[in-house]
């Protein structure tokens, strides 16, 4: 069976497409960084509050940033996340999806805000009440602290910096998220 040039077109383009989507949502997790298990996603859920991350475009200039997480009807997990821009005075919400990359006891998740892109959202540190959270992105790029409250004890802040910097974040380079203003 011959193609005719509009179908090998079309087949080209779809397996080009098919690559860029590959590549362009890679869901991978930081050299020597390792997932949480065993993991209980139940315990998991909930609000958190930002206490530090790595900035990057989508979550410029904003404070207050919260992010709530709740099972959907399709059996992944709503993602809330907040936050007010204190230059433009005005609040910010993206709503997204994450699934598990493997088994639901590995807290090694993928996350997407913007259709079939994906990437990596590796929960690397959490404590036995899952009250405070350590996150790894995709790579040395992302990577965000979380609390159940708008602070974080000393000792927590320490050994989170401590393991950040032990994987290669340049633990300077993190925004330390403000609570305490109103707007």
Known sequence: MKLKKWQFALAAGVGAAAVALKFTSRVSIPRCAVP?????????????????????????????????????????????????????????????????????????????????????YNIIAVDPNYRYALIAGNDLNYMWILSREKTIPESVKTGYLDKAKSLGYDVNKLVWDKHDRLY
């Not at 009807?73 to 709503?78: S, V």
């Not at 997204?96 to 639901?104: E, M, N």
Request: net charge positive.
């Open 36 to 120: 949480v298990k065993p993991f209980d996603k139940d315990k998991y859920l909930g609000k958190w509050y930002e206490i530090a991350r790595m900035d990057f475009k989508y979550e410029k200039n904003l404070d207050n940033v919260t992010a709530t997480y709740s099972l959907r009807d399709d059996g992944l997990i709503k993602v809330d996340n907040k936050g007010y821009n204190y230059v433009k005075n005005e609040w910010k919400q993206s709503i997204g999806k994450a699934k598990f990359v493997d088994d639901p006891a590995t807290a090694r998740l993928q996350v997407s805000f913007f259709g079939p892109f994906y990437s990596g």
